[in-house]
């Protein structure tokens, strides 16, 4: 199957200042790639959904101001988290759908990246 | 707005044992998708459902798509430790991205 890498695996920050993560597809074009959120023990939370050469589309509740996406090409979508507090300390993952196989088939999810906001 | 609800949220079997989690939506689905997600790790993709009424077996996993396309279930049969993790279904809510479930912690006690 396709894959999906994220960088870094984990980060700790400071309170205030700011983060980028990296979102990469291989072996694949991926003219979509979709941000989630998961905190301990619970579901997947949609953050964004992150189109290639245009503005990502932001969840109800999710500030795009302080989650800037950058989708700049087919294989790379960056969330930075600016400001960051202790509450934003979460597992953050990232996913690309294949478009060889069109909507609706699965999506391929990279490791995740553990962010501890201090 | 559309929610896929999914239950139960913990389920502990004896090794052996069968495990059923159920998925709902509020909506008719186009398809549905389910996910294992093991302690630590990130989801991955284990099947596709698309028709009404559809049945696919994975050796002990059978997953079955509902006649109204509203609901899923996913049977693990003779649980194996190897079976733990997290089960997560998953339905589109504009077409193009997926709603996930709240997701079925199973823990299998050897």
């Known amino acids: 199957g396709a894959v999906v890498s994220q960088h870094p695996s984990w980060v700790i920050c400071k309170s205030g200042t700011s983060v980028k993560i990296e979102c990469r597809s291989l072996d694949f074009q991926a003219t979509t790639m979709f941000w989630y959120r998961q905190f301990p023990k619970q579901s997947l939370m949609l953050m964004a959904t992150s189109n290639e050469g245009s503005k990502a589309t932001y969840e109800q509740g999710v500030e795009k101001d302080k989650f800037l996406i950058n989708h700049a090409s087919l294989t790379l979508s960056t969330l930075t988290v600016t400001s960051a507090h202790p509450e934003d300390s979460s597992f953050y993952i990232c996913s690309a759908r294949d478009p060889r196989w069109g909507l609706g088939y699965e999506q391929y999810f990279g490791p995740g990246t553990r962010l501890t906001v201090t | 707005g559309q929610q896929v609800m999914q239950i139960p949220q913990y389920q502990h079997v004896q090794e052996g044992e069968d495990f059923t989690t159920y998925c709902n939506s509020s909506?008719?689905?186009?398809?549905i998708q389910w996910y294992k997600q093991r302690p630590g790790g990130h989801p991955v993709f284990l099947i596709q459902?698309?028709?009404?009424?559809e049945v696919k077996k994975q050796k002990r996993l059978t997953f079955q798509f509902g006649e109204a396309k509203k609901n899923s279930s996913l049977h693990i049969t003779a649980t194996q430790t190897t079976d733990v993790g997290t089960y997560f279904c998953?339905?589109?809510?504009?077409?193009?991205?997926?709603?996930f479930g709240a997701g079925t912690r199973l823990t299998v006690k050897p």
């Open positions: 459902l698309v028709k009404s009424g």
């Open positions: 909506t008719t689905l186009s398809n």
């Open positions: 998953a339905g589109p809510l504009r077409g193009n991205d997926m709603r």
